[in-house]
C-alpha cells in the first residue's frame, strides 16, 4: 500500500493517477471523507499535524509521498516506522540545498529534509524548481483582459510539470534503487515569463501581453496575498540572486527513462479544451 499526502494538489493527483495506472494499492490521506478520487483508491481521514490521527492512514502502508513544512514532523515520522512504513518520497525543493535559517522557505524545506533523513526509514528527496502550474495564477487575469502582469520579469526559471515530479516520485516510491538520492527535477528549458506568456498565448490563439512588475509592485501585490516572511524568501530567491532555479537537470529523464515535458506540452494539455 502506498500512502498520498497532498492527494488533491498539483503534485499529489498525478501521482495518484499513475499510481492507479500501475495497479498498485493507493490511499490518500485527506482532511474531509468526501474527497474525490478515481476508483479503487482508499481515503483515511487524518492530519499530518497530528500524529495520533494518522493510526488507520499508516496501516500496512509499505511506501508514503510526504509535503513539507508540517508541525510535528519528527512524532509523524516514528509513528509512521512504527506503523511499518519503509520508504518515504518527500516533495522538497531546490533552496533546502541553501540550508538558510533566516529565509522562511528554505528553512521549512530543510527541516523538513533533515526530519526525513533522521527517522530511520529509506528516503528519496524531491527537489522540484518552479513548477509549470504557477502560471495558474494568471487565470483571473486571463480571464479578465488579453494583460498579464508578473514579478520577476527578468529570472528565467526552468520550470517543471507536476506530472513529471510525479513519475519521478513513483518510480521512487515503487523500485529499488532510490534510496538516498535527491533528484533536481526541471523541464528542458529555461524560460522568462514574457516566453511563458507567449507559449499561452499561441496555445489560446490571443494576442496576449506582458507587462513586467517592478520590485515595489511586485512586493505589494505579494505581501497581499501570502505572509511577508515568505515575500521576503522569494525576493531573496529571486532579486538578490540567492536561488538560481534557471539550470536544467537531467534527473527526470534518468529516473523515467523519457524526457522531461515542455511547456509547451503542459501549456497545450492544460489550456486546450477537452
Given at each position: 500500500?502506498?500512502?498520498?499526502?497532498?492527494?488533491?494538489?498539483n503534485?499529489?493527483?498525478?501521482?495518484?493517477?499513475?499510481?492507479?495506472?500501475?495497479?498498485?494499492?493507493?490511499?490518500?490521506?485527506?482532511r474531509?471523507?468526501?474527497?474525490v478520487?478515481?476508483?479503487?483508491?482508499?481515503?483515511?481521514?487524518?492530519?499530518?499535524?497530528?500524529?495520533?490521527?494518522?493510526?488507520?492512514?499508516?496501516?500496512?502502508?509499505?511506501?508514503m509521498?510526504?509535503?513539507?513544512?508540517?508541525?510535528?514532523?519528527?512524532?509523524?515520522?516514528?509513528?509512521?516506522r512504527?506503523s511499518?512504513?519503509?520508504?518515504?518520497?518527500?516533495?522538497?525543493?531546490?533552496?533546502?540545498?541553501?540550508?538558510d535559517?533566516?529565509?522562511?522557505?528554505?528553512?521549512?524545506?530543510?527541516?523538513?529534509?533533515r526530519?526525513?533523513?533522521?527517522?530511520?526509514?529509506?528516503?528519496?528527496?524531491?527537489?522540484?524548481?518552479?513548477?509549470?502550474?504557477?502560471?495558474l495564477?494568471?487565470?483571473?487575469?486571463?480571464?479578465a483582459?488579453?494583460?498579464?502582469?508578473?514579478?520577476?520579469?527578468?529570472?528565467?526559471?526552468?520550470?517543471?510539470?507536476?506530472?513529471?515530479?510525479?513519475?519521478?516520485?513513483?518510480h521512487?516510491?515503487?523500485?529499488?534503487?532510490?534510496?538516498?538520492?535527491?533528484?533536481?527535477?526541471?523541464?528542458?528549458?529555461?524560460?522568462l515569463?514574457?516566453?511563458?506568456?507567449?507559449?499561452?498565448?499561441?496555445?489560446?490563439?490571443?494576442?496576449?501581453k506582458?507587462?513586467?512588475?517592478?520590485?515595489?509592485?511586485?512586493?505589494?501585490?505579494?505581501?497581499?496575498?501570502?505572509?511577508?516572511?515568505y515575500?521576503?524568501?522569494?525576493?531573496?530567491?529571486?532579486?538578490?540572486?540567492?536561488?538560481?532555479?534557471?539550470e536544467?537537470?537531467?534527473?527526470?529523464?534518468?529516473?523515467?527513462?523519457?524526457?522531461?515535458?515542455?511547456?509547451?506540452?503542459?501549456?497545450?494539455?492544460?489550456?486546450?479544451?477537452?
Amino acid at each position: 500500500m502506498f500512502l498520498v499526502t497532498g492527494a488533491t494538489g498539483n503534485v499529489g493527483s498525478e501521482l495518484v493517477k499513475a499510481l492507479v495506472a500501475a495497479e498498485a494499492p493507493v490511499r490518500v490521506l485527506a482532511r474531509r471523507a468526501d474527497v474525490v478520487v478515481p476508483d479503487g483508491v482508499e481515503v483515511a481521514v487524518g492530519d499530518l499535524n497530528s500524529a495520533e490521527s494518522l493510526g488507520d492512514a499508516l496501516a500496512g502502508v509499505r511506501g508514503m509521498f510526504l509535503m513539507p513544512g508540517y508541525g510535528g514532523m519528527e512524532g509523524m515520522l516514528a509513528q509512521a516506522r512504527e506503523s511499518g512504513v519503509q520508504r518515504v518520497a518527500l516533495l522538497s525543493g531546490g533552496s533546502a540545498a541553501l540550508e538558510d535559517m533566516s529565509n522562511a522557505v528554505s528553512r521549512y524545506m530543510t527541516l523538513s529534509e533533515r526530519a526525513v533523513r533522521d527517522a530511520g526509514m529509506e528516503w528519496t528527496f524531491l527537489r522540484p524548481r518552479a513548477f509549470m502550474s504557477n502560471v495558474l495564477r494568471w487565470m483571473p487575469q486571463l480571464e479578465a483582459g488579453d494583460t498579464v502582469r508578473a514579478p520577476f520579469p527578468d529570472v528565467r526559471l526552468a520550470c517543471v510539470d507536476p506530472r513529471d515530479i510525479a513519475a519521478v516520485a513513483m518510480h521512487a516510491l515503487t523500485e529499488e534503487g532510490h534510496d538516498g538520492r535527491i533528484y533536481d527535477l526541471t523541464g528542458p528549458e529555461s524560460l522568462l515569463p514574457a516566453e511563458q506568456l507567449a507559449v499561452v498565448s499561441r496555445v489560446l490563439k490571443r494576442d496576449l501581453k506582458f507587462v513586467g512588475m517592478t520590485n515595489e509592485e511586485a512586493r505589494a501585490d505579494m505581501e497581499a496575498n501570502m505572509p511577508v516572511e515568505y515575500v521576503d524568501a522569494f525576493f531573496n530567491f529571486y532579486v538578490d540572486g540567492a536561488l538560481d532555479e534557471s539550470e536544467v537537470h537531467p534527473d527526470v529523464e534518468k529516473v523515467t527513462g523519457r524526457p522531461a515535458g515542455t511547456f509547451d506540452q503542459w501549456a497545450r494539455r492544460t489550456f486546450t479544451p477537452a
